[in-house]
């Protein structure tokens, strides 16, 4: 979580030009100290249950994957893809403290999960 900070607060001090004028392009960083109460919290008092929707799209992703394979003779999704997105999704719903997670928190996983995907090809072809 450290780095994630250190990321913000670089990201705090770079400005975006917008017409003439500069305009900061994020808000004041969350404190290390409360980023971390909030991340205990979350991890100690929310624990967000599937709902059916997200569960069949979670299950319709990694089908979708695994086809995707299928024309190239190889394995495109394995199960441990599967947890990863499960985890990714269950973690986006506890930054809401959300009791559920929700097709938006899976769609975003599958996202993730894509780009993740796409940026270890390029580097595997450079």
Same mark, same amino acid.
């Given at each position: 979580m450290a780095a994630l900070h250190a990321?913000?607060? &670089?990201?705090?001090?770079l400005e975006c030009s917008v017409g003439q004028q500069q305009h900061s392009c994020l808000q004041? *960083?969350?404190?290390?100290e409360k980023l971390r109460d909030f991340i205990a919290f979350?991890?100690?008092?929310?624990?967000p249950d599937l709902t059916d929707e997200a569960a069949q799209d979670l *299950?319709?992703?990694y089908q979708t994957m695994r086809?995707?394979?299928i024309g190239r003779n190889t394995i495109t999704a394995t199960p441990r893809?599967?947890?990863?997105?499960?985890?990714?999704?269950?973690?986006l719903a506890r930054m809401r403290l959300s009791p559920s *997670?929700?097709?938006h928190d899976v769609a975003e996983a599958v996202?993730?999960? &894509? *780009?993740?995907?796409?940026?270890?090809?390029?580097l595997v072809r450079h």
């Open positions: 990321i913000q607060a &670089k990201q705090q001090s004041a *960083v969350i404190p290390l979350a991890r100690a008092r929310c624990q *299950v319709n992703a086809h995707q394979g893809q599967l947890e990863s997105m499960i985890r990714l999704s269950e973690a *997670v929700e097709r996202r993730l999960m &894509k *780009v993740s995907s796409c940026d270890q090809c390029c």
